[in-house]
């Protein structure tokens, strides 16, 4: 080491990098990108799990105990028990938190809400990851945490006054004295806003409503019990022992510490956000991997150019260790330029986005970045990890060249690849073929099933080894591909085309390997082009052939998917008052509603249940299989072909239904059972078995109610009439089928815009290694351009040479990309099907559109090569 630092061979070293800034530029610049991905990435994690773990404690500041129901008393804590714990000697203050959950605190699940308040201009204010809340308001002293600070105006004193948050006021130009409109699942409220307030809970987009006390317990309880309650105690007071007191002297509640009360509440987030986590580093890290093959192309191009450096350096007296150190270290400097460089441009592009983010009041507004230790050392390590694995095979052979053999050109020195590598690549790819065909279609081993969760790991160890098995062949292929596909592309061009394809076998590893990159780019867009085809056809086919109500009445935020869990959801359900009051309106024959509820059916763990109130059959065609679908009359269930066949049930048996948590219940007939449908998912109640078990209007989330027209007036007529009738609800959009089809696509589509978003950086980084590729290859050959242009081959027509090399590799990566991408989305769909997904959907358009993209891909990848090739000077390039 000594010696590269204090001989010739480390001005060597440096001065090619600096005559080949271009190269290096090229090879930096894919270092950058995967580096700021991944360094993004965990950023972009680490501060959501921060700012969700902020509301966490700053919801539990001050509360010593919190108090719910159990199971078996789902009405929560009757007002006489506030009252006695209120009155203990231990305690200091008791707050209620009602239905519709309060402050970002005690037992609330954090990003729930059941509310909408309206900002300066009339329309819904947006709320953050926190939602919108409602709280009462306590006199000074009687506060369980922090207490909200008033810092204009008062406090609300009359039934119509509010108070609201400093932020949210804010964002919605509101001010002391102002009318506002505040939605609740049960009514329509007039207030006038008596103060403005801050409060340390003021986190993460809150939207906070405070209410007078009666006015609070008026609206959010049922005036008998309360959803729950958080206690502080004096000071000197173990809060376990009054935690085990109130366990001891009230059965029916459940009563909890701080700690128990942020795991209760962190569940669910928690397991979103680790998912989140997962699928940003995934795609950094394949980010990476296609930086890496980059990069392992660029280096061994970079030895072969340099083979009469080597060989002089050998010459006198240079040990091969050395020549192989100075390679190695050349990609140490390009992995810490390019690290450093990717840290700067990952925090650039995360601050870019929350701001975007906190302009459009997202889900994600108000987000603080945080600068772990992690996110920006675990990036950097990989960076120059990837960049020094990749230069230790070129630097070896470096090394390695004899100095007689090395005075040859790159190009000159054929490469064989062994029948043994083609044997074993042809082996692997059998075995994942395999591997993928059994997760995607065997559902069973020796009569035990075989879960989801195994048929999609067999189907990942499938594709890990078919990318595997190509990167094994893929010298055979590119021959392959180039004497066929190329000659194809090549042919109308004549002796230019002949040129560019037969270039492409110059060196078939190099050229493998830069296909790769693309094949592995295009493969993840056709694979997951596969899934989201799928997913939005099943929806989409869903509603276009079971919906045959003339309008669909839909919530602003409301559900995505009818008939899904809306537990946890912060879009606001419909008032119950909807569906009685548009029933009267011109023009309507019959009115039925969606809804999920807290319901247990057949004792299956699922926290609610699909209910529909009305006869179901006037407003969809649900494809009944056998049996028929319940009407409004009688209590009854049906469920889908998948769940019939999973247990063993069919129409005529009964199933129990209880409330969810509770083993009392009654008992249900099964009267049909329906085509697997997302409208309704696996099983569905009418409202008259739901209303025996759950009386309370409150519990029910009503996604979607459906209007059918008696023929009385046209449906531009009746569309009027209804968006009339529906004006003073503010948050119910009236939609014909399309536009509701529409509207579920969207969150769909926009899902797979963020996904497409990913991947279209590992093609961006695909691109820059044919360009690099080119670049290498092309310097290589100057000479031989060089006697081109003698010869009389034009400017122009080394450009189309050299475009149509580029577009040999990228229509070779493409082919085989799309072939993979399409077997393994295929794979992934059929391991689904068991969990409802519909059969596999090819996206053939979006596939004809890549197959085109790899054309211009490859064209605009061979712009700047081209055109500096094209501007060789015969008589410098032939002395050369």
Known sequence: MSTFLYSPLRKTTWRSVVANKVRMALTVLSVVLGTAFLCGSLLLTDSLERSFLSIIDAGVEGVDVGVIGTQNNRAGVPFEVVEEIRNSPEVRAVNIVGDGPGLPSGTSVVGQSALILTDSAGDPLQAGSSGTHPFAVYEPGNWVGPEPVVVEGRAPSGDEEIIVNTSAADRGGLGVGDEVTVITPTERIEASISGVFDSRSDVAGWVGIGFAEERYLELFTD????????????????????????????????????????????GDTATQLEFITYILIAFAVIALIVGA???????????????????????????????????????????????????????????????????????????EISYATGAFLIPLFFALAATVISAIAPARRAGNLPPVQAFESADNRRFNRSMTANLLATALITLAISLTVAGGLVSAVNDEELGTESRLGLIAAGALLLFSGIALIGPSLVRAISRTLGVAVCAP???????????????????ATTALAVTLSVGLVSCVGVIGATTRASVFNTVESSITASFV?????????????????????????????????????????????????????????????????????????????????????????????????????????????????????????????????????NFPAAERVLTSPSAYHRSQVFITSDGTVSDQQLRENLTQAVSQFLVVQVKNKDEFRGGLGTQINQLLGIVYGLLALAVII??????????????ERTRELGILRATGVQRAQIRTMVTLESVILSLHGALFGITVGTFLGWGVVSALRSRGMAPVEFPWTQIGWMLLAAVVIGAVAALIPAHMASRTAPLEAISS
Do not use: C
């Open 223 to 266: 005036g008998a019990n309360a959803s729950q309650i958080v206690i502080a105690v004096h000071d000197g007071v173990d809060p376990l022992e009054v935690r085990n007191q109130i366990g001891r002297t009230y059965r029916f509640l459940t009563p909890l510490l701080p700690e128990q009360i942020i795991e209760r509440t962190t």
């Open 293 to 367: 093959f980059i990069i392992a192309n660029t280096f061994a191009m970079i030895v072969g150019q340099r083979t009469s450096e080597f060989a002089l350096l050998r010459s006198i007296g240079v040990s091969s260790f050395q020549i192989g150190f100075s390679v190695v270290m050349e990609a140490v400097v390009i992995g810490l330029i390019g690290g450093v460089l990717g840290l700067v441009v990952g925090v650039a592009v995360i601050h870019a986005l929350v701001f975007i983010l906190n302009q459009t009041g997202s889900e994600l507004s108000s987000i």
């Open 493 to 511: 061009f004549g002796a230019v085309g002949r040129l560019a394809q037969r270039n492409t076998l110059r060196n078939p590893r190099r050229s």
């Open 553 to 685: 009445l839909d919530s602003i935020g409301g559900t995505a998917i009818p008939g899904q869990p809306a537990g946890g959801s912060r879009s606001l359900s419909l008032s119950a008052s909807v569906a009685p009051h548009v029933a009267t309106t011109e023009g309507v024959e019959d009115v039925g509603v969606l809804m999920t509820a807290p319901l247990q059916a057949n004792r299956w763990d699922n926290e609610t249940t699909t209910v529909f109130r009305g006869d179901i059959a006037t407003f969809m065609d649900i494809s009944v299989r056998s049996g028929e679908a319940f009407t409004d009359e009688e209590p009854g269930a049906m469920i889908s072909t998948t769940y019939a066949s999973q247990s063993d049930l069919g129409v005529g048996d009964t199933i129990t239904l209880n409330p969810y948590g509770s083993k009392d219940g009654i008992r249900i007939p099964i009267t049909g059972v329906y085509a697997e449908t997302g409208l309704l998912g696996h099983m569905a109640i």
């Open 766 to 779: 695909a691109v820059l290694g044919i360009v690099n590729t080119l670049f290498l290859s092309l310097s």
